[in-house]
Structures are given as structure tokens and as C-alpha cells.
């Protein structure tokens, strides 16, 4: 299927691994210009070339932090300068800490959120300008299945992703009209990272074997296994696409049938 994606102009967040870095590659795949963030720029070179290799038009980094607000203005006008604008927004995180309600303190609570939410809402407010002149834009937000089906030791994830769901769903109807959809992706099980820092706790906390803890996590599971990232990847090339423009407003479960959600 043809995507349009030619000539497109994608800045990701949390881009040098896990879901962050397969929705670049699969954009560079589709032949987008791409600025991959991340919070170190030295690092994250070698990414830039693998993107360029897979076919992105152009392929740059660019210094985000997202835990500390000052990186966020200053990374999104060196993607614009480098890129020319911003069409797809990719809004990716790193996820909070995994414990239970009484095993998270306060100062937990506002890490997570000014990790995991606001420096989104600081972004959209520098992106969306560029989308708006354009008539054209795609806003990815990467939550979780969490919030369709509550996991267990996740309210951090399970509340703080909520939130972003409900910004994404008014987002999607304010700037629908100047051609901007906004979804989010709610991935289940991936087997990335992110996937083993879970497992990884689970065992220490439990006191698991690494395939006791893997069972807890696929448990829910029909599909009966960890995603691949590179499906991830397609449906964030999809939802950025011409032939994705009528898909707005949506939280689109990608978990193997866990959340069992319409």
C-alpha cells in the first residue's frame, strides 16, 4: 500500500530503542524525513545512519530530555530547522516506575507526571503551530493497554496514561477541522526494554523464575506471546499516512487480544 509518506517530516520522542525506535525505522522505511529525540545526541548518531540506510529522506537527532522542560522548545525548533516542519508527531515516553498503590510516595506521583505528561502537553504546544500552517498533521501518542484493562503494580502507568488519552481525545476534536488527527497507541506486551525492566520486577518483587514471571505477563494474553516491534511500527506509519486521515480521536489497543475491549 502506498503511504504518501514521502516527504513528510516525523519528530519522535524516546526514540533510541524499544517502540520509539520501530516507529522511526518504519517511517524512514516509507521514505519520511525523520528527527529522532533522545538525551543523548553523541549516542543516538549510529541510529541516525541506520534510519538513513533504511530510506528516510533525512535522518537527524535532536536533544530532548523529556524530565527537564527547558530540552523540549529548543529540541522541537531543531527538528524544525533541520527538517523544515513537523507533519507526525510521535508522542513516546519511557514508563513509570511498576509498584503498587502504597508502594509509590508523592515524589513518585509528580516524576511521573512531569515525565509522562506534561512535557507532552509542552510539546503539542510547540508543535501544533507548525501543523496548523500546514493543514496537515499526525499526533501518535504511545500510552498503554492499561488503559483499557488495569494492570496489576502499574497505577502509575494505568493513571498517568489516562490523562493523555483524555488530552489526545480533546485534541482530536479541537484541531480536526485543519486537517490534524490525534490517536493513541495502547501497547500490550512488547518485547522490548521496557518489557524486561517488567519482567525483570516482577521476579524481584515476587519472587519469580523469569518464566513464572513471563506467564504472569502473557497470563491475559490469547495471542500467547511478546509483540513484535516492528508491527508497532506499521501501524504508526498507517496512522501517519494520507490513508490514515480519517482515524482520529481513537485509543487503538495493539495487545494480542489482552484488554478484550471493543
Not at 484493562?149 to 489526545?168: C, K, T
Not at 500490550?188 to 518464566?211: C, H, I, K, N
Request: with cysteine.
Amino acid at each position: 500500500m502506498e503511504m504518501g509518506l514521502q516527504g513528510k517530516r516525523a519528530l519522535i520522542t524516546a526514540a533510541s530503542r524499544g517502540l520509539g525506535r520501530a516507529a522511526a525505522l518504519a517511517l524512514a522505511r516509507e521514505g519520511a524525513s525523520v528527527a529522532v529525540a533522545g538525551r543523548n545526541l553523541e549516542a543516538m548518531q549510529s541510529f541516525v545512519e541506520e534510519l538513513r540506510r533504511a530510506g528516510a529522506a533525512k535522518a537527524v537527532a535532536v536533544g530532548i530530555d523529556l524530565s527537564k522542560r527547558a530540552t523540549l522548545q529548543s529540541g522541537v525548533h531543531a527538528a524544525v530547522e533541520a527538517l523544515g516542519g513537523i507533519d507526525v508527531f510521535v508522542a513516546n515516553t519511557g514508563g513509570p516506575e511498576s509498584a503498587p498503590f502504597l508502594g509509590v510516595k508523592r515524589e513518585g506521583w509528580e516524576e511521573a507526571l512531569n515525565e509522562s505528561l506534561l512535557p507532552m502537553v509542552d510539546l503539542c504546544h510547540e508543535i501544533l503551530p507548525h501543523m496548523q500552517r500546514d493543514k496537515f498533521g499526525r499526533i501518535i501518542f504511545v500510552t498503554t493497554v492499561g488503559v483499557k484493562i488495569v494492570q496489576p503494580n502499574m497505577v502509575l502507568s494505568d493513571s498517568i496514561r489516562l490523562a493523555v488519552v483524555g488530552m489526545a481525545k480533546s485534541l482530536s476534536i479541537e484541531f480536526a477541522h485543519e486537517g490534524i488527527t490525534v490517536n493513541c497507541l495502547c501497547p500490550g506486551p512488547f518485547a522490548t526494554d521496557r518489557m524486561e525492566y517488567l519482567v525483570t520486577s516482577s521476579m524481584e518483587r515476587d519472587q519469580l523464575s523469569r518464566s513464572d514471571a513471563e506467564k504472569l505477563w502473557l497470563g491475559e494474553v490469547p495471542a500467547g506471546k511478546f509483540g513484535d516491534p516492528d508491527d508497532f511500527g506499521a501501524m504508526v506509519a498507517f496512522l501517519s499516512s494520507q490513508r490514515g486521515g480519517f482515524i482520529t480521536g481513537t485509543a487503538i489497543a495493539l495487545d494480542g487480544g489482552k484488554s478484550r475491549a471493543y
